[in-house]
Antibody, heavy 120, light 109 residues
Framework: QVTLRESGPALVKPTQTLTLTCTFS??????????VSWIRQPPGKALEWLAR???????YYGTSLKTRLTISKDTSKNQVVLTMTSMDPVDTATYYC????????????WGQGTLVTVSS | EIVLTQSPGTLSLSPGERATLSCRAS???????LAWYQQKPGQAPRLLIY???SRATGIPDRFSGSGSGTDFTLTISRLEPEDFAVYYC??????????FGQGTKLEIK
């Protein structure tokens, strides 16, 4: 059974760095073809893909935020970490981690999401 | 960048009716790269359709996907009360990248 769970601060101040952790089970990021992504959703708005990390440690970022994002993995702990620098109130959103399908084309399992509010 | 435009923004129907949701891409999309998700309030999105027309595991057969090129459709043949939600289409583009449409809200009439 595949599960993913996001964790991190619920509130961050403007200019701070956000660190989110995705802890997953039911698959391994050391298995060839496995990938995990981060996706966010501002309140009442659409989904936005942020980043992906692959089993071979290749990393990919969405164009609009790539200068602020870093994705990494700890295979032994079954965790993927996302850091986002220079947080701003417009970054207030629910942040999801999701497993990328074997084809790499879509997201087949999602965490429940964690709401991050950026406010002073 | 390929933009996905979903229509209508809101669709008001009654249980038992047929729902047709549209997703139009600004450039041609490989069918294999097109997926649909359902999202209920306070929940994460759930994969419904991938490869434009393949149902994900556990998805009822009243959900179907079709289309090619720039025009894709999600059809719900007979609406059940639990089907009222927001639906998103999503596409994959090599680079890589993933983009989502802005969503269609399916509400009870």
């Amino acid at each position: 059974q595949v599960t993913l769970r996001e964790s991190g601060p619920a509130l961050v101040k403007p200019t701070q760095t956000l660190t989110l952790t995705c802890t997953f089970s039911g698959f391994s990021l050391s298995t060839s073809g496995m990938c995990v992504s981060w996706i966010r959703q501002p309140p009442g708005k659409a989904l936005e893909w942020l980043a992906r990390i692959d089993w071979d440690n290749d990393k990919y970022y969405g164009t609009s935020l790539k200068t602020r994002l870093t994705i990494s993995k700890d295979t032994s702990k079954n965790q993927v970490v996302l850091t986002m620098t220079s947080m701003d109130p417009v970054d207030t959103a629910t942040y999801y981690c999701a497993r990328v399908s074997g084809s790499r084309y879509h997201f087949d399992y999602w965490g429940q999401g964690t709401l991050v509010t950026v406010s002073s | 960048e390929i933009v996905l435009t979903q229509s209508p923004g809101t669709l008001s129907l009654s249980p038992g009716e047929r729902a047709t949701l549209s997703c139009r891409a600004s450039q041609s999309v490989t069918s294999s790269y097109l997926a649909w998700y359902q999202q209920k309030p306070g929940q994460a999105p759930r994969l419904l359709i991938y490869g434009a027309s393949s149902r994900a595991t556990g998805i009822p057969d009243r959900f179907s996907g079709s289309g090619s090129g720039t025009d894709f459709t999600l059809t719900i043949s007979r609406l059940e009360p639990e089907d009222f939600a927001v639906y998103y289409c999503q596409q994959y583009v090599t680079s890589p990248g993933y983009t989502f449409g802005q969503g269609t809200k399916l509400e009870i009439k």
